[in-house]
């Protein structure tokens, strides 16, 4: 149940503060005493419930109810409500006292003093108009209202308060507060007070909202930033209520990633902690509390890493809060210097080796570029001062870049390419020559480069079995058989062909590999060779055969002799006079080195000769068939050529060949021939008419034209008309 406050009041004069300068305000020193009450709606807001006291002291001036001001009147006396007198205004148990017995013996019923409407809360934009409602029904006496707790004074006209005033009519109980032009003042808590009635309102609080001031960004309107340095674009929104909420713009879009923070103005009181708030963005606003206690200051930044792509960029700082939902905007555009960019481009793009290219640099940059410098394989390139370079390429321009450096003031950029040359294969790594012993792995290395992309091969000379298609040939375990030559072959299509040889030599015994069967012409020098190819070379080689054992030298018919080629050795027995048992005869070859010997059996056979009479014979019967092979040639094509023109006929008659004088061009033929400067057009006509004339003579000669076919050949001369 509700407990109602029981006060016995001391009222003391105090001096009020300004402006009430005719005023006194009563300052009260309350002792509360509680009693329940019926927790009523019309008693606890309109009624003051039955109150006991164990005292009351009233000191002159008199007071008015616990909660209210009283009025001190320009004559220097007070009063309470319509009384003039100097006494006490009534106590609340005397009015309730009052009133019962007012109940008692009046005959008419009593209507009881209560407000029908009281002022709400509201919240105003500063410069706006407003209305504090306050209607109290069944009461005549003072009306007035506080700010606050302080006393506006009374009657219509506030004129303490210009921008106060009461308006409404008594009669129908309106007291209303109308406040104009609203300011950051007006800013309180308001109440209306029925003061002889002992009645007051609720408190109604008033809000009043401030537009924060024009958004300024640090450095604006244009801020000079370097590319690739991490900055923060500040925007400070000042003395907004609320506290303004800032919004980054990039081309139109919102940045959610600004960041905000709060900040304590030193007026703010020590034991006051400044407190941070989300921005919508998600990011903290920081907030400076000004020295009137409500305003505030907000601060945002944005973080940015500018680059080149953002000279002219323009952000836009936008701040808001419920006094100016729309928001005030500033802006600022940013001018980025950064080192140049730069496209390096080739024309004509592919090439082959010894065509002429033009490379050109293309550069922007923030400030001015200052020079270009060009480069190739890291050499510089003196006479290339421009953006354009010039020159004829070769396959080292395929491998070795092409460089262009442009430098500002505040940097330099490098940029580097390849020519796409087409060229032949050329020797990168070439393969070098491998002793190895048998069983051991080998590996083979030849490097190639060509453009476009070449095919490698790796073959056994004199074999065209495929071992390789890559830089490395790769041999496991080898053996004797494979020592030899191996061939590393690039091929660039429709380009060129190169090919490396590389030989392999596998230590082992001597390797014999002649022919096992050789032979020679009875009677004339027979040779039988050893060959042996083997590694390392044979210490000694030796030819048995019958009992003879022969090493170098001669012994009566037979010589050896011992020559050294680049792939082995070549020991040769010469057989002179070669006789029927040199046939008959096994002849054995041996070679030593340090890992063992090798042997080989050759066997001599005769070879069959011609005696030179059949020799000649056939020799001369060839050249016979020869002869008339020629003769019956010539002949036939004769014969074909001969029928050829007999088949000749002039069928065109409109095409006819007119001699003016036949005599005279024969007789100045051979004039003709011996002018050095007979024209075209003249032999031209000698040679059409040389072949038509040999045609009529061949036919006349065979005797076979009609009378038809001569009046075609006909030649008319025209003197004779």
Known sequence: MPVAEHTTSTCLHETPAEPFRTQRTLRCSNRVQRNRVTPTEDTRRNTR??????????????????????????????????????????TPVLTSALQA???????????????????????????????????????????????DGLALGMGQGLKAWPRYRIIGTADSGQYNLEITDAELSDDASYECQATEAALRSRRAKLTVLIPPEDPVIDGAPEILLRAGTPYNLTCRAHSAKPAATIVWFRDGLPQDDASASTVQSPARPAFAAPHELEDAEGGERRQEVLADGKRETTVSQLLINPTDADIGRVFVCRSTNDAVPAGKE????????????????????????GERVVFTCVATANPEIRGYRWA?????????????????????????????????????????????????????????????????????????????????????????????NSNQLYLKSVTQADAGQYVCKAIV????????????????????????????????RGKVECFIGSTPP???????????????????????????????????????????????????????????????????????????????????????????????LVCFLYRRRKGSRKDVTLRKLDI?????????????ADREEDTASVSTATRVMKAIYSSFKDDVDLKQDMRCDTIDTREEYELKDPTNG
């Not at 006291?53 to 001190?72: D, L, V």
């Open 49 to 90: 419930p039955r109150r006991r006291f164990t005292r009351a002291a009233c000191k002159p001036p008199t007071h008015a109810a616990p909660g209210f001001q009283s009025a001190r009147h320009p004559t220097g006396t007070w009063r309470t409500a319509r009384s003039a007198a100097p006494s006490c205004p009534p």
């Open 101 to 147: 017995l007012t109940l008692i013996l009046s005959p008419f019923p009593v209507v009881q003093t209560r407000f029908s409407e009281e002022p709400e809360d509201q919240t105003v934009v500063a410069g706006q108009r407003l209305v504090l409602s306050c209607v109290v029904l069944n009461y005549s006496g003072i009306v007035q209202w506080t700010k």
């Open 330 to 353: 500033t802006s600022i555009k940013l001018n980025v210097h950064h080192p140049p960019t730069v496209t390096l481009s080739i024309q004509p793009q592919t090439v082959q080796e």
């Open 376 to 468: 190739k394989g890291g050499v510089i390139i003196e006479e290339a001062k421009d953006s354009k370079y010039e020159a004829q390429v070769d396959y080292s321009f395929f491998t070795e870049p092409v460089s262009c450096e442009v430098h500002n003031d505040v940097g330099s950029t490098n940029v580097s390419t390849l020519v796409d040359v087409h060229f032949a294969p050329r020797i990168v790594v070439d393969p070098k020559p491998m002793t190895t012993d048998i069983g051991s792995d080998v590996t083979l290395t030849c490097v190639w480069a060509g453009n476009p992309p070449l095919t490698l091969t790796w073959t056994k000379k004199e074999s065209n079995m495929v071992l390789s």
């Open 493 to 524: 299509p429709r380009i060129g062909v190169g090919e490396r040889e590389v030989t392999l030599f596998v230590n082992g015994p001597p390797i014999i590999s002649s022919e096992a069967v050789q032979y020679a012409v009875r009677g004339d």
């Open 538 to 632: 044979p210490d000694r080689i030796a030819w048995a055969w019958k009992e003879n054992i022969l090493e170098a030298g001669t012994l009566e018919r037979y010589t050896v002799e011992r020559t050294n080629t680049g792939s082995g050795v070549l020991s040769t027995l010469t057989i002179n006079n070669v006789m029927e048992a040199d046939f008959q005869t096994r002849y054995n070859c041996t070679a030593w080195n340090s890992f063992g010997p090798g042997t080989a059996i050759i066997q001599l056979e005769e070879k069959e000769v011609l005696p030179v009479g059949i020799i000649a014979a056939a020799t001369i019967g060839a050249s016979i068939l020869l002869i008339f092979f020629l003769v019956t």
């Open 656 to 668: 006819k060949v007119e001699t003016v004088n036949r005599e005279p061009l024969t007789l100045h």
